[in-house]
C-alpha cells in the first residue's frame, strides 16, 4: 500500500497541470483538478507551495 500512495503522489506531482484563472489583485491564481486513489493531499501539497510560492 506504501508504494501505491507513493505513485499517487509522483503521479500528482507529475500529471497535475494548473490553468490560470481571472483576477483583479496582483498574484495570479490558478487551479487544478486531480483525482488520485489515496488520501495524499497532505504529503503531496509541500511540493506545489515551493515551487508555485508567487502563486495562489
Known amino acids: 500500500m506504501a508504494k501505491a ?3 499517487d503522489i509522483h ?3 507529475a500529471f ?5 484563472l481571472p ?3 496582483a498574484r495570479r491564481r490558478f487551479a487544478a483538478w486531480f ?5 495524499i493531499l497532505e ?3 509541500p511540493f506545489f ?3 508555485f510560492a508567487d502563486m495562489d
Open 5 to 7: 500512495v507513493e505513485r
Open 11 to 13: 503521479k500528482m506531482h
Open 16 to 20: 497535475a497541470r494548473f490553468r490560470e
Open 23 to 25: 483576477t483583479s489583485g
Open 35 to 39: 483525482e488520485p486513489d489515496h488520501r
Open 43 to 45: 504529503a503531496a501539497s
Open 49 to 51: 507551495a515551493r515551487r
